[in-house]
């Protein structure tokens, strides 16, 4: 929901800007990202719409619901949400999905876009968003990523960002402690239009200077639009945060981003908001990129996925524990592997490389104060990662 025309900036310091991570091009990211397909997005854009006018309260957003449920658990998630709410009278539900990271679980990207529509079927706004993430929900269903991602879908955005609202103040405040969420990315009306060449996308941050959370916004966009330039074939332009899903976030002073078109729709919030007006080959490039991006924020990380296999006999204990810890490799032998105690800030404990021929070793706890650390083993690029208890 978006009236106001927007004054966007072209983006020119790019070269002094500081990332957290290096950002490069990665073949396995990329393997993602080309598995996403035009005709996922646009039979699920269909679906969408056929749905009809989604407007809180109406037997159409409940249906659209049911089938955004559907469409998560056809992908392999289980852990849906129905965070129901009421509105002006009305009862209605966002859909949270969470996916488990496996190093920093219980630390949120949360990639977000509402559902509902006004007065028309809501291709554009937000039939697009919505699209996008599903597929990339569809993507990284099987890939493992060391921070937790949460899809949510909200409800209520377009008569005041109340699912969102809603969502901050009775999830992610009433979570004790609060949720840790490491960036909020909202997707909002990205379809572009069908009468212009789409080839830019916005990328949105925070300027509102509230809550001192404008710099890290600011970096979280750079990074986003890195990752756009990577895995996409569009421009960027960098514009400011409103009027959507974000904000309630915001003001709660998490770190936010978003996307949201260039060539902005003439049809929002009216019955001709229908697919035949935007442009899905734009919508399907954004998603590429926003795929990489959700990549890059979660931290996928292919060594994860073997670990089950390869590193399955190798066992860490006790747990806790109070002197050492020890590490039993079984038959697979510790040779040329790099052992790892990390505290919950990522700071290294204790870090030791074993390069004998041995089946086993110890790991001394004398200098390591009390706390909770995550154990990294690392044997040829196969990881295992356990959190350990320090008494
Ligand atoms: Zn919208």
Sequence with gaps: ???????????????????????????????????????????????????????????????????????????????????????????TTNIVVTKVGLVYPNTYVIIDGHYDTINGVGANDNGSGTTLILEIAKQLANVPTEYSIKFINFSAEEIGLKGSQHYVNNVVNATNPKLDIRLVLNIDQIGGRSDMINDTIVCERDTDNQNGNDVASNLITDELIVCIGLYSSLSTEKSYAYSSDYIPFENNGEIITGLYEKNETLHSHSSTDVIANMDVNYLYEITKGATGAVLHFAVANQALSVEENILEEVKFFPNPAQYFINISSGNLGLKNSNIKLINLTGKIAYSKEVLNDVKDCRIPLVNVKSGVYLLELIINDNKKIEKIIVE
């Excluded at 900036?9 to 800007?17: A, G, P």
């Excluded at 646009?42 to 159409?60: A, I, P």
Aim: hydrophobic share 35%; charged share 15%; aromatic share 12%.
């Design 1 to 91: 929901m978006k009236l106001i025309k927007k004054i966007t900036y072209t983006l020119l310091f790019l070269s002094i800007t500081h990332f957290s991570i290096a950002q490069t091009h990665n073949a396995y990211y990329q393997g993602i990202v080309d598995n996403c397909t035009l005709l996922s997005v646009t039979t699920n854009l269909n679906e969408f719409v056929n749905h009809g006018v989604k407007s809180v309260g109406s037997s159409e957003i409940d249906n659209a619901k049911n089938w955004l449920k559907a469409k998560y658990l056809s992908y392999g998630y289980t852990d849906i949400v129905e965070d129901t709410f009421t509105t002006g009278g009305s009862s």
